[in-house]
Protein backbone atom coordinates (compact mmCIF):
# COMPACT_ATOMS: atom_id res chain seq x y z
CA UNK A 1 0.00 0.00 0.00
CA UNK A 2 2.61 2.36 1.23
CA UNK A 3 4.58 1.63 -2.05
CA UNK A 4 1.38 2.10 -4.35
CA UNK A 5 1.34 5.85 -2.86
CA UNK A 6 4.54 6.43 -3.21
CA UNK A 7 4.35 6.11 -7.10
CA UNK A 8 1.01 7.91 -6.94
CA UNK A 9 3.21 10.53 -5.44
CA UNK A 10 5.90 10.33 -7.48
CA UNK A 11 4.25 10.81 -10.35
CA UNK A 12 2.07 14.08 -8.87
CA UNK A 13 5.54 15.19 -8.73
CA UNK A 14 6.36 14.68 -12.07
CA UNK A 15 3.22 16.13 -13.39
CA UNK A 16 3.65 19.44 -11.98
CA UNK A 17 7.64 19.91 -12.22
CA UNK A 18 7.31 19.14 -15.97
CA UNK A 19 3.63 19.55 -16.80
CA UNK A 20 1.55 22.02 -15.13
CA UNK A 21 4.39 24.37 -14.27
CA UNK A 22 5.24 24.31 -17.82
CA UNK A 23 1.80 24.93 -18.79
CA UNK A 24 1.29 28.27 -16.83
CA UNK A 25 4.95 29.50 -17.98
CA UNK A 26 2.96 31.68 -20.89
CA UNK A 27 0.14 32.97 -18.43
CA UNK A 28 2.99 33.72 -16.08
CA UNK A 29 5.02 36.04 -19.36
CA UNK A 30 2.03 38.13 -19.72
CA UNK A 31 1.64 38.46 -16.13
CA UNK A 32 5.17 39.63 -16.21
CA UNK A 33 4.76 42.10 -18.89
CA UNK A 34 1.62 43.58 -17.60
CA UNK A 35 3.66 44.28 -14.17
CA UNK A 36 1.95 42.10 -11.61
CA UNK A 37 4.29 40.74 -8.96
CA UNK A 38 4.34 37.64 -7.48
CA UNK A 39 3.50 38.89 -4.06
CA UNK A 40 0.53 40.82 -5.91
CA UNK A 41 -0.41 36.69 -7.14
CA UNK A 42 0.17 35.20 -3.39
CA UNK A 43 -2.51 37.91 -1.99
CA UNK A 44 -4.74 37.61 -5.11
CA UNK A 45 -4.58 33.68 -4.54
CA UNK A 46 -5.54 34.33 -1.33
CA UNK A 47 -8.65 37.01 -1.19
CA UNK A 48 -10.00 34.53 -3.97
CA UNK A 49 -9.63 31.32 -1.49
CA UNK A 50 -11.40 33.12 1.00
CA UNK A 51 -14.39 33.87 -1.25
CA UNK A 52 -14.12 30.03 -2.06
CA UNK A 53 -14.58 29.77 1.66
CA UNK A 54 -17.22 32.25 2.11
CA UNK A 55 -18.99 30.35 -0.44
CA UNK A 56 -18.75 27.27 1.63
CA UNK A 57 -19.91 29.09 4.65
CA UNK A 58 -22.97 29.59 2.42
CA UNK A 59 -23.72 26.14 1.25
CA UNK A 60 -22.62 26.91 -2.37
CA UNK A 61 -20.38 23.88 -2.67
CA UNK A 62 -20.22 23.28 -6.45
CA UNK A 63 -19.25 27.32 -7.09
CA UNK A 64 -16.86 26.91 -3.95
CA UNK A 65 -15.07 24.14 -5.93
CA UNK A 66 -14.33 25.51 -8.29
CA UNK A 67 -13.40 29.03 -6.90
CA UNK A 68 -10.65 27.38 -5.27
CA UNK A 69 -9.91 24.77 -8.32
CA UNK A 70 -9.08 28.10 -10.69
CA UNK A 71 -7.43 29.92 -7.46
CA UNK A 72 -4.80 26.93 -7.25
CA UNK A 73 -3.74 28.14 -10.92
CA UNK A 74 -2.96 31.90 -9.30
CA UNK A 75 -1.10 29.57 -6.14
CA UNK A 76 1.37 28.06 -8.39
CA UNK A 77 2.22 31.10 -10.65
CA UNK A 78 3.37 33.11 -8.02
CA UNK A 79 6.45 31.05 -7.84
CA UNK A 80 6.70 30.65 -11.87
CA UNK A 81 6.92 34.52 -11.58
CA UNK A 82 9.02 34.98 -9.02
CA UNK A 83 11.76 32.64 -10.53
CA UNK A 84 11.66 34.21 -13.73
CA UNK A 85 11.88 37.80 -12.17
CA UNK A 86 14.58 36.75 -10.13
CA UNK A 87 12.11 38.02 -7.36
CA UNK A 88 12.91 35.14 -5.05
CA UNK A 89 13.13 36.62 -1.79
CA UNK A 90 12.94 35.61 2.42
CA UNK A 91 9.84 37.96 2.73
CA UNK A 92 8.46 36.38 -0.11
CA UNK A 93 8.52 33.04 1.13
CA UNK A 94 7.53 34.16 4.45
CA UNK A 95 4.50 35.99 2.95
CA UNK A 96 3.52 33.09 0.60
CA UNK A 97 3.49 30.66 3.76
CA UNK A 98 1.74 32.95 5.75
CA UNK A 99 -0.76 33.56 3.40
CA UNK A 100 -1.75 29.88 2.85
CA UNK A 101 -2.63 29.17 6.69
CA UNK A 102 -4.92 32.35 5.87
CA UNK A 103 -6.47 30.39 2.87
CA UNK A 104 -6.57 27.06 4.96
CA UNK A 105 -8.14 28.44 7.41
CA UNK A 106 -10.92 30.52 5.20
CA UNK A 107 -11.69 27.22 3.60
CA UNK A 108 -12.01 25.08 6.73
CA UNK A 109 -13.40 27.79 8.56
CA UNK A 110 -16.39 28.23 5.82
CA UNK A 111 -17.20 24.07 5.92
CA UNK A 112 -17.22 24.77 9.79
CA UNK A 113 -19.81 27.52 10.01
CA UNK A 114 -21.41 25.85 7.47
CA UNK A 115 -21.98 22.92 9.76
CA UNK A 116 -22.71 25.34 12.41
CA UNK A 117 -25.47 27.39 10.74
CA UNK A 118 -27.15 25.41 7.90
CA UNK A 119 -31.09 24.71 8.37
CA UNK A 120 -30.91 21.48 6.53
CA UNK A 121 -27.52 19.90 6.93
CA UNK A 122 -26.80 21.74 10.51
CA UNK A 123 -24.41 18.69 11.90
CA UNK A 124 -22.62 19.18 15.34
CA UNK A 125 -20.20 16.34 15.09
CA UNK A 126 -19.25 17.31 11.97
CA UNK A 127 -18.30 21.06 13.56
CA UNK A 128 -16.40 19.14 15.80
CA UNK A 129 -14.57 17.66 13.03
CA UNK A 130 -14.25 20.53 10.93
CA UNK A 131 -12.74 22.55 13.65
CA UNK A 132 -9.94 19.76 14.80
CA UNK A 133 -9.21 19.93 10.90
CA UNK A 134 -8.52 22.94 11.01
CA UNK A 135 -6.42 22.51 14.22
CA UNK A 136 -4.68 19.80 12.17
CA UNK A 137 -3.59 21.59 9.28
CA UNK A 138 -1.79 24.34 11.28
CA UNK A 139 0.01 21.01 13.06
CA UNK A 140 1.33 20.31 9.54
CA UNK A 141 2.36 23.27 8.84
CA UNK A 142 3.84 24.54 12.27
CA UNK A 143 5.20 21.36 13.23
CA UNK A 144 7.81 21.25 9.40
CA UNK A 145 8.39 25.29 10.12
CA UNK A 146 9.63 24.05 13.79
CA UNK A 147 11.77 21.46 12.91
CA UNK A 148 13.73 23.05 9.81
CA UNK A 149 14.48 26.12 12.92
CA UNK A 150 16.55 22.52 14.21
CA UNK A 151 17.60 22.30 11.25
CA UNK A 152 15.78 18.98 10.51
CA UNK A 153 13.67 18.82 7.01
CA UNK A 154 10.60 17.01 8.54
CA UNK A 155 8.76 16.95 4.94
CA UNK A 156 6.87 13.71 6.08
CA UNK A 157 3.51 12.62 5.77
CA UNK A 158 0.52 11.94 3.27
CA UNK A 159 -1.55 15.02 3.44
CA UNK A 160 0.78 18.28 2.00
CA UNK A 161 -1.03 21.34 0.98
CA UNK A 162 -1.88 20.51 -2.58
CA UNK A 163 -3.75 16.97 -1.65
CA UNK A 164 -5.52 19.14 0.95
CA UNK A 165 -6.76 21.55 -1.64
CA UNK A 166 -7.30 18.93 -4.36
CA UNK A 167 -9.77 17.02 -1.70
CA UNK A 168 -11.48 20.78 -1.37
CA UNK A 169 -12.22 21.48 -4.38
CA UNK A 170 -12.47 18.84 -6.74
CA UNK A 171 -15.84 16.40 -5.39
CA UNK A 172 -17.30 20.13 -4.34
CA UNK A 173 -17.24 21.41 -7.83
CA UNK A 174 -18.28 18.19 -9.62
CA UNK A 175 -20.53 16.83 -6.79
CA UNK A 176 -21.85 19.51 -4.34
CA UNK A 177 -23.83 18.43 -1.64
CA UNK A 178 -24.12 14.77 -2.99
CA UNK A 179 -25.36 11.53 -1.28
CA UNK A 180 -26.96 13.91 1.32
CA UNK A 181 -23.98 15.82 2.03
CA UNK A 182 -21.97 12.40 3.31
CA UNK A 183 -19.70 13.32 0.44
CA UNK A 184 -18.74 16.33 1.71
CA UNK A 185 -18.83 14.69 5.11
CA UNK A 186 -16.28 12.05 4.01
CA UNK A 187 -14.04 14.61 2.83
CA UNK A 188 -13.92 16.50 6.06
CA UNK A 189 -13.24 13.45 8.06
CA UNK A 190 -10.76 12.36 5.33
CA UNK A 191 -8.63 15.42 5.70
CA UNK A 192 -8.72 15.87 9.66
CA UNK A 193 -7.88 12.39 10.20
CA UNK A 194 -4.86 12.44 7.24
CA UNK A 195 -3.93 16.00 8.73
CA UNK A 196 -3.53 14.55 12.19
CA UNK A 197 -1.75 11.83 10.75
CA UNK A 198 0.49 13.93 9.26
CA UNK A 199 1.46 16.14 11.99
CA UNK A 200 1.97 13.35 14.38
CA UNK A 201 4.54 11.87 11.58
CA UNK A 202 6.61 15.18 11.64
CA UNK A 203 6.60 15.36 15.74
CA UNK A 204 7.87 12.05 15.80
CA UNK A 205 10.06 12.05 12.75
CA UNK A 206 11.48 15.29 14.55
CA UNK A 207 11.75 12.53 17.96
CA UNK A 208 13.49 10.07 16.01
CA UNK A 209 16.10 12.25 14.01
CA UNK A 210 16.92 13.73 17.49
CA UNK A 211 17.54 10.12 19.32
CA UNK A 212 19.54 8.94 16.62
CA UNK A 213 23.06 10.16 15.91
CA UNK A 214 24.33 13.79 16.90
CA UNK A 215 21.50 15.92 17.37
CA UNK A 216 21.44 19.18 15.33
CA UNK A 217 22.49 21.86 16.62
CA UNK A 218 19.71 24.15 18.52
CA UNK A 219 19.54 27.66 15.68
CA UNK A 220 19.05 30.85 17.30
CA UNK A 221 17.20 33.32 15.79
CA UNK A 222 18.94 36.85 15.49
CA UNK A 223 19.03 39.89 13.39
CA UNK A 224 22.63 38.71 12.73
CA UNK A 225 21.27 35.41 11.25
CA UNK A 226 22.61 34.49 7.42
CA UNK A 227 20.62 34.91 5.19
CA UNK A 228 21.98 32.23 3.30
CA UNK A 229 20.36 29.71 6.20
CA UNK A 230 17.16 30.67 5.07
CA UNK A 231 17.57 30.96 1.13
CA UNK A 232 16.58 26.90 1.31
CA UNK A 233 13.17 27.06 2.52
CA UNK A 234 12.37 30.22 -0.26
CA UNK A 235 8.23 30.03 -1.70
CA UNK A 236 8.28 26.26 0.57
CA UNK A 237 4.98 24.77 0.93
CA UNK A 238 3.36 22.65 3.77
Not at 119 to 131: D, E, G, R, T
Not at 200 to 224: A, C, H, K, W
Request: glycine letters at 8%; hydrophobic letters at 50%.
Amino acid sequence: MRSLWDRVRKAHVVFVTTGYLRLMEPIAAVLIKLGISANALTTIGTLSTVVGGVAFAYGHMRLAGWIIGLTAIADALDGVVARKTGQVTVFGAFYDSTLDRIADGALLGGIAYFYATHPVYHNKPMLAVSLFGIIGSYMISYARARAEALGINAKVGVMQRAERVILLCVPQAFFGLAFNGWLLNSVVILLTVTAWHTAILRINYVRVSTLVGEQPPLRVISDSTSSSSTRSSLRAKS
